[in-house]
């Protein structure tokens, strides 16, 4: 498996920023306009916000599937900071909503699931980021 890279391209346009990765994908990322931006793609944080989102849908699928456990449909709705910035660090909320006939027992597997899929690692692990400007 290859390393993930992602370019983030700014160029004329305040704000807006077009991503492309090593898979052939493009995606953008923008402000609202009451910060001078165009509203025209999700902000970063809604961005890293939808990443937890994504990798927690598609890891209780995955796991659903492989154990034959009867899940219909994930949705996960999240939040950053919702009851305001905490004094340290920042608080994501993470409600997940399950569709199918799962017995509470597949329920509480799932929740555990949830928590072990690797973009929540990632992000309650600690992180180092090595950054240099290239002129």
Same mark, same amino acid.
């Given at each position: 498996?290859?390393?993930?890279?992602?370019?983030?391209?700014?160029?004329?346009?305040?704000?807006?920023?077009?991503?492309?990765?090593?898979?052939?994908?493009?995606?953008?990322?923008?402000?609202?306009?009451?910060?001078?931006?165009?509203?025209?793609?999700?902000?970063?944080?809604?961005?890293?916000?939808?990443?937890?989102?994504?990798?927690?849908? +598609? !890891?209780?699928?995955?796991?659903?599937?492989?154990?034959?456990? /009867?899940? @219909?449909?994930? *949705?996960?709705?999240?939040?950053? &900071?919702?009851?305001?910035?905490?004094?340290?660090?920042?608080? +994501? !909320?993470?409600?997940?909503?399950?569709?199918?006939?799962?017995? /509470?027992? @597949?329920?509480? *597997?799932?929740?555990?699931?949830? &928590?072990?899929?690797?973009?929540?690692?990632?992000?309650?692990?600690?992180?180092?980021?090595?950054?240099?400007?290239?002129?």
């Amino acid at each position: 498996m290859s390393t993930a890279t992602v370019k983030a391209l700014l160029q004329d346009t305040p704000y807006r920023v077009i991503f492309t990765d090593d898979l052939g994908n493009s995606w953008a990322a923008d402000e609202p306009e009451e910060v001078g931006g165009g509203n025209t793609a999700p902000t970063p944080d809604r961005l890293l916000l939808a990443s937890l989102g994504a990798c927690t849908a +598609i !890891t209780l699928q995955m796991v659903a599937t492989r154990r034959q456990l /009867p899940l @219909q449909g994930v *949705q996960v709705e999240l939040q950053l &900071n919702p009851e305001g910035k905490p004094e340290n660090g920042n608080m +994501i !909320t993470r409600r997940i909503k399950v569709k199918g006939a799962l017995s /509470p027992e @597949q329920q509480a *597997q799932l929740l555990k699931v949830a &928590n072990s899929c690797p973009i929540h690692k990632l992000l309650t692990g600690e992180i180092h980021i090595a950054t240099e400007l290239v002129v």
